[in-house]
């Protein structure tokens, strides 16, 4: 096929999203947080609320999320995008409100903010990328990392009786009345990419509804961070972070997911 | 009315839309008195008990993000967890009011007033070259005052201001004249406020991260514009002053001890002034210098181990000696003490 007949408009089957900026993606080629952005904008796009949308980037690779994103943003200090998002929420009650958070930043240095907000049952959508290794500062064991896990602060293997074990912080939230939606997706291929966009679509759709607040972890790849191929990563992530972070939904409806 | 409850109520009357707070002594009744009298209700500002002072500070700094009026307030452990969140404010460049009702330090300390937050408060207190806009009250009237002027000023240079009171002024009570009640505001500066992305404008961000070394440079260069231009603001009260030969310095509770010193010194012969900073950023620095070309000698007062009189000094260069006079927070000095100290030093000399 000719290349002007490829182009043609009833051969396209993919493009650039719109709500994306041309700022290229900052992230490591095979990483995920650029799917899981492309996904949250193309929600916005589909649902017409770019004008009433307003994100919160956290500390860590996603901290530029501001820049690839075409909505108001407000970065916020290292764990705390669910307070920074529950007062722009109280105050813009009519705003789509979400925060954008890794796992060093919602399940570590932000543990209190993140279930004080879940509690509260803000009205806010928390989308939370864990790939298991804080990213941005060099491969660091977060508290996610998983036993036995290589990083560059547990280089012989996380050791859970001196480190403490990986936690499942989206399991402990879900256990509070405030919040309504908790699921565990992925984006590395594209049968999961296509659920995850689904439950990104959910969690706005129940802010609309005020029905409180929507979780969503997206277990990611680290490739820079694991040390692998991009390929190579996501093997290793459906091999061993998939069984310790089961994929699914674990709260529906604000009633926890029996399974 | 306490100085605490008055700097609630014109809170209200001044339209903010939000407080985001934390329970510490001696500042406690801020949040008390808002929730009591249901705001939201009255005027339909937000009132939220956060779960900490690090979450109240950042929801303060979400907030002023939208162009909204917030504030926070708190006593001085409380404040220094806050300082990151601080930080960002000023380096993001959003106006919001933050109050400190200071106790004794270092660490737990004690719950009486101190002034001993000073340092803190005007030369930055979190990491990074910024300033706060800090306002001195020496009155429970003050305490309501400089709630709508802090306002004013943390939108006019987009920075965040802070009344520096002490528990002291937070908890006694007198009478005052409250403002009347202002209009929430409704439009909001499209040109940085996070309101949402219309098509008519780019999207607007509130970071305080510059990776590029040349634009944080620029940045800071650009607030420490900002921050010298301050000076036109500067705030100060001054008493008997005219005829003075010797001027004590004191802020906040300190003045109010001292307004009873040059009582007493004048009773008896001495002719002693006093010079109270309204604002202790920017600081009278201009009058104090000349004021050293007119007195003999200054002490300041202060519930600390001597943090304002260095900037005393600074002013003064040396021109007339500068003593500093006071307890460090929890006791606190009588009129009887300073007079002493400073007999001692008016008649002793130097």
């Given at each position: 096929?000719?290349?002007?007949?490829?182009?043609?408009?009833?051969?396209?089957?993919?493009?650039?999203?719109?709500?994306?900026?041309?700022?290229?993606?900052?992230?490591?080629?095979?990483?995920?947080?650029?799917?899981?952005?492309?996904?949250?904008?193309?929600?916005?796009?589909?649902?017409?609320?770019?004008?009433?949308?307003?994100?919160?980037?956290?500390?860590?690779?996603?901290?530029?999320?501001?820049?690839?994103?075409?909505?108001?943003?407000?970065?916020?200090?290292?764990?705390?995008?669910?307070?920074?998002?529950?007062?722009?929420?109280?105050?813009?009650?009519?705003?789509?409100?979400?925060?954008?958070?890794?796992?060093?930043?919602?399940?570590?240095?932000?543990?209190?903010?993140?279930?004080?907000?879940?509690?509260?049952?803000?009205?806010?959508?928390?989308?939370?990328?864990?790939?298991?290794?804080?990213?941005?500062?060099?491969?660091?064991?977060?508290?996610?990392?998983?036993?036995?896990?290589?990083?560059?602060?547990?280089?012989?293997?996380?050791?859970?009786?001196?480190?403490?074990?990986?936690?499942?912080?989206?399991?402990?939230?879900?256990?509070?009345?405030?919040?309504?939606?908790?699921?565990?997706?992925?984006?590395?291929?594209?049968?999961?990419?296509?659920?995850?966009?689904?439950?990104?679509?959910?969690?706005?759709?129940?802010?609309?509804?005020?029905?409180?607040?929507?979780?969503?972890?997206?277990?990611?790849?680290?490739?820079?961070?694991?040390?692998?191929?991009?390929?190579?990563?996501n093997i290793w992530m459906e091999e061993n972070m998939f069984p310790f972070y089961p994929m699914g939904d674990i709260k529906v409806d604000g009633k926890l997911v029996k399974g | 009315m306490k100085g605490n409850e008055a700097i609630a109520e014109a809170a209200i009357r001044a339209g903010v839309d939000g407080y985001f707070g934390y329970p510490i002594t001696p500042q406690s009744e801020v949040m008390e008195y808002l929730m009591l009298q249901k705001p939201e209700e009255r005027t339909g500002m937000v009132v939220l008990q956060a779960e900490s002072e690090v979450a109240s500070i950042n929801m303060v700094y979400g907030a002023a993000g939208t162009g909204k009026k917030v504030m926070t307030s708190s006593s001085s452990p409380g404040i220094s967890l806050m300082q990151e969140g601080i930080s960002y404010i000023a380096g993001a460049e959003l106006p919001c009011l933050i109050v400190n009702v200071v106790r004794g330090g270092p660490g737990l300390g004690t719950i009486q007033p101190s002034q001993a937050d000073y340092f803190q408060s005007t030369k930055g207190g979190g990491h990074g070259d910024y300033r706060l806009i800090v306002l001195a009250p020496a009155s429970v009237q003050e305490m309501a005052d400089f709630v709508d002027l802090g306002f004013e000023l943390a939108f006019k240079y987009r920075n965040p201001t802070m009344i520096l009171s002490d528990g002291l002024i937070g908890q006694m009570m007198e009478k005052v004249e409250l403002p009347p009640q202002k209009e929430r505001v409704t439009e909001f500066d499209q040109s940085w406020a996070i309101t949402g992305k219309t098509k008519d404008r780019e999207r607007n961000i509130i970071t305080s991260l510059n990776l590029d070394p040349d634009k944080q440079y620029e940045h800071n260069l650009k607030l420490q514009e900002k921050y010298k231009s301050m000076e036109q603001d500067v705030m100060f009260e001054k008493i008997d002053c005219d005829d003075a030969d010797f001027l004590l310095v004191a802020y906040g509770s300190s003045a109010r001890i001292c307004q009873k010193v040059v009582e007493m010194a004048r009773s008896r012969g001495k002719k002693v002034g006093l010079l109270r900073p309204q604002t202790l950023y920017p600081f009278p620095s201009n009058e104090l210098a000349r004021m050293a070309r007119k007195v003999k000698g200054m002490m300041a007062v202060e519930l600390s181990a001597g943090q304002m009189v260095e900037d005393v000094r600074l002013a003064v260069n040396g021109k007339v000696p500068v003593s500093h006079y006071g307890m460090m927070g929890g006791k606190i000095h009588s009129p009887d003490d300073v007079l002493k100290a400073l007999e001692d030093k008016y008649i002793g000399g130097y």
């Open positions: 096929m000719e290349f002007k007949e490829i182009t043609r408009e009833e051969n396209l089957v993919y493009k650039r999203t719109p709500l994306m900026t041309d700022t290229p993606l900052s992230y490591c080629p095979g990483c995920g947080h650029g799917t899981v952005h492309r996904l949250i904008m193309e929600v916005v796009e589909e649902m017409g609320i770019q004008e009433d949308t307003i994100g919160i980037a956290p500390v860590g690779c996603s901290v530029l999320a501001y820049d690839f994103m075409d909505v108001d943003f407000s970065q916020a200090a290292h764990g705390r995008a669910p307070a920074v998002a529950t007062a722009i929420k109280r105050l813009w009650p009519e705003k789509f409100v979400f925060t954008y958070q890794g796992d060093g930043d919602l399940a570590a240095i932000g543990t209190a903010e993140t279930i004080h907000a879940c509690n509260r049952g803000e009205n806010i959508a928390i989308f939370f990328v864990n790939n298991g290794i804080y990213g941005m500062t060099g491969g660091q064991m977060a508290p996610t990392t998983l036993e036995g896990m290589r990083s560059s602060t547990s280089p012989y293997g996380r050791n859970s009786e001196t480190m403490g074990p990986p936690y499942k912080i989206t399991e402990l939230i879900a256990q509070l009345d405030g919040t309504h939606y908790v699921t565990r997706q992925a984006v590395h291929k594209p049968g999961p990419v296509r659920k995850a966009k689904k439950a990104i679509r959910k969690a706005l759709e129940l802010q609309k509804e005020n029905k409180g607040l929507s979780f969503i972890e997206f277990v990611s790849n680290c490739n820079s961070g694991w040390k692998m191929t991009p390929n190579d990563s | -």
